[in-house]
């Protein structure tokens, strides 16, 4: 009976035809099941993947934008070093001010590599 057709089913008699409807049915029912799952699982990786590709790609154009930043960081910790009782305006801006330095994208880059 596996090796039959579908349509060869009708003349067996009810109780068989029924039976093997039923049997039918519930594999193709799994099938389904499992290939909606299967694709589920491929859309949802699709998007996490887009998603971090997305994400990767904002954090580099943020690290672009810094230009000289390991220099930049290297000379605000010496001065927070030899400087520890000053302010952070007395201590940082002589360093970098305001105008060449946007800090919150220092901060942002910062705070990636501190994540990871």
Known sequence: MAS???????????????????????????EITDNL???LVQVIHKIS???????VKEFVNDFKKVSGKYGILLR????SLNYPDHTVR?????????ETLNLKDLVKVTHFFMIR
Not at 6 to 30: A, D, M, N
Not at 49 to 55: F, G, P, R
Not at 76 to 79: G, K, L
């Open 37 to 39: 799952v299967e694709l």
């Open 90 to 98: 007395e201590v940082i801006y002589p360093v970098a001010n305001e």
């Open 76 to 79: 605000i910790a010496e001065n």
């Open 4 to 30: 039959e057709l579908v349509g060869e089913w009708r003349f067996h008699p009810e109780k068989i035809r029924y039976t093997l409807l039923s049997i039918f049915f519930s594999i193709r029912t799994q």
């Open 49 to 55: 993947s887009n998603a971090e590709n997305k994400v």
